[in-house]
């Protein structure tokens, strides 16, 4: 089954260090890509977008092909390891570019984007100081102004990119939770948050996970996470927002409303101009979650759905999401440059206070990092490449093969559609003669899919029967693919189907047994 442990040549002759930054090395990177492509060429790729086989024989396979977990005496040479690793990834990975790769907020990446990150990466600057590299600064501060811009912020907005939408959460809430303890007379930078009294934080009860885990972490307990109800299509009720905030007492600090724009499953988008009113109300600090719906703003059709946007305080958004970057692209924009005070720091050896007035400095003071890839050059190439037009119409397309998948769950009698197609995201259950054995029955449906690796899509629960109703395991389709057709689609819900006559075959003959 497996192919065997590596037979590379151990080699004696020592590997000269050769470094990519320079003109020279630049033209060895791509001698080194072109071999890594051959060889990436060479190995089988699995048929679907995974390779088939349970996690138990992808995993050894994998590890079989990389041979003994131990560092070689003297290495093998640049195109012998390279040879190895892309041969690996390619028969033991995933394919998002696969027509039927529908799983998670995970899009295949586009080529430039991933050119400019092998040249971001040659460069190797970073981003913290100004001696660490010029270029990639003026390339992030490029982005954050065109991404400002999108968002319909004002003159003192400004942004700094991170590793993702949940490290973005987290930096929106650390500026709101100072905020917060700044308009109690406390410094929360100094003394910590023990001071702040009863702290509370309201989201949508379908807000990201990550929400709760960064209230963990910035030491306000995930106990000050108020979850606010949805309506019928999903979205956080500011009637039930106002009323939550009007029961708080005088001994609590509401910190934030962590509003979402496109929840993770659903696409849905909370009222973010009520939203926003009813916080600028009571002096509380909005941040909108767009990880997912970012991308939206690139469309003509979709763009409305985030009107409010720019009333916020803070916004995540995700490149590496819509937007069809390698990850990470993730990126924290603020309504006022001023917020980052949180996060300044003077440090000797990086960024002394007459250097800085000099003019010399970096975006240290913006970030959680210290040494930080400049990511924005992939982004930047990608917004350069296609403008707004031609990333709307990616994000249409998807759009489009989201709704096409919903009317196509509809008009399948062995399946149920859950939640339509707000963005690109489609929820929907295979239906059971027996309703209660159908969460089993659908769980088993997509790993029966995983194992063939004919299909890669995801699950979730979800409240199937309106707000409030009792959570269903479901299955989900996420559509980031701007080149898959709706035939694509049909294909995809067709394997649904063959999995669920499989997986039905499969428990008769276990009853009969
Ligand atoms: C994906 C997602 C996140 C987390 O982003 P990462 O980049 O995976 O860390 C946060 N919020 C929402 C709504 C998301 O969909």
Redesign the pocket.
């Known amino acids: 089954m497996t192919p065997p442990t590596r037979t590379l040549p151990a080699r004696t002759d020592p590997q000269p260090p050769l470094l990519a930054g320079s003109r020279a090395g630049l033209a060895d990177v791509l001698a080194r890509l072109d071999g890594a492509v051959d060889a990436a060429a060479k190995a089988r790729r699995p048929l679907g977008p995974l390779p088939a086989g349970t996690p138990t024989e992808v995993l050894a396979a994998a590890a079989h092909a990389l041979g003994p977990a131990e560092l070689p005496a003297e290495g093998l040479g640049a195109d012998a390891a390279l040879g190895l690793l892309a041969t690996v990834l390619v028969e033991h990975g995933i394919d998002l570019s696969h027509p039927r790769a529908a799983a998670h907020?995970q899009p295949p990446a586009l080529s430039v984007a991933v050119a400019a990150d092998v040249l971001a990466s040659a460069g190797n600057a970073s981003l913290d100081t100004y001696d660490s590299g010029p270029s990639a600064l003026a390339v992030e501060r490029w982005l954050i102004g065109a991404l400002t811009g999108l968002a319909g912020l004002g003159e003192r907005a400004d942004g700094v990119l991170t590793?993702?939408?949940?490290?973005?959460?987290l930096m929106g809430l650390l500026l709101a939770r100072d905020a917060a303890a700044h308009r109690r007379g406390i410094d929360a930078r100094d003394q910590g948050v023990a001071a702040l009294p009863g702290p509370v934080v309201f989201c949508s009860e379908l807000?990201?996970f990550?929400?709760h885990r960064a209230c963990a972490a910035l030491g306000l307990g995930e106990a000050a996470v108020h979850p606010v109800p949805v309506d019928d299509r999903r979205r956080m009720r500011p009637d039930a927002l106002r009323a939550a905030l009007g029961a708080l007492g005088p001994d609590r600090t509401p910190v934030a409303v962590v509003a979402?724009?496109?929840?993770?499953d659903f696409g849905s988008v909370d009222p973010l101009p009520q939203i926003a009113e009813i916080a600028a109300g009571h002096g509380m600090w909005t941040h909108v979650?767009?990880?997912?719906?970012f991308g939206a703003l690139f469309s003509d059709r979709l763009a409305d759905r985030l009107a409010g946007l720019e009333l916020a305080d803070s916004i995540?958004l995700?490149l590496?999401?819509i937007g069809w970057q390698p990850?990470?692209a993730?990126v924290l924009l603020v309504s006022d440059t001023t917020a980052f005070t949180a996060l300044d720091r003077q440090v000797a050896y990086l960024n002394p206070v007459d250097d800085s007035e000099a003019g010399y400095d970096g975006l240290l003071g913006r970030s959680l990092q210290t040494t930080r890839r400049p990511d924005a050059v992939k982004a930047a190439a990608t917004l350069l490449t296609y403008g707004r037009a031609g990333l709307g119409r990616m994000v249409d397309t998807c759009h489009d093969l989201a709704r096409h998948a919903e009317r196509r769950i509809q008009a399948e009698p062995e399946l149920e559609l859950v939640a339509p197609a707000e963005l690109t995201t489609v929820l929907f259950r295979h239906r059971t003669a027996d309703p209660a054995a159908a969460d089993a029955f659908n769980a088993a449906l997509r790993r029966h899919l995983l194992e063939t690796g004919t299909a890669l899509i995801g699950r979730t629960e979800a409240a199937t029967d309106g707000p409030g109703t009792p959570k269903r395991v479901c299955l989900k389709f996420t559509l980031l693919n701007p080149t898959a057709t709706t035939d694509d689609i049909d294909a995809l819900v067709d394997a649904v189907l063959d999995a669920g006559r499989t997986c039905a075959r499969l428990i008769k003959e276990d009853d009969a047994a």
């Open positions: 907020l590793p993702g939408g949940s490290l973005s959460n807000a990201h990550s929400t979402t724009a496109g929840t993770t979650d767009a990880a997912y719906g995540t995700d590496h999401k990850a990470a993730g």
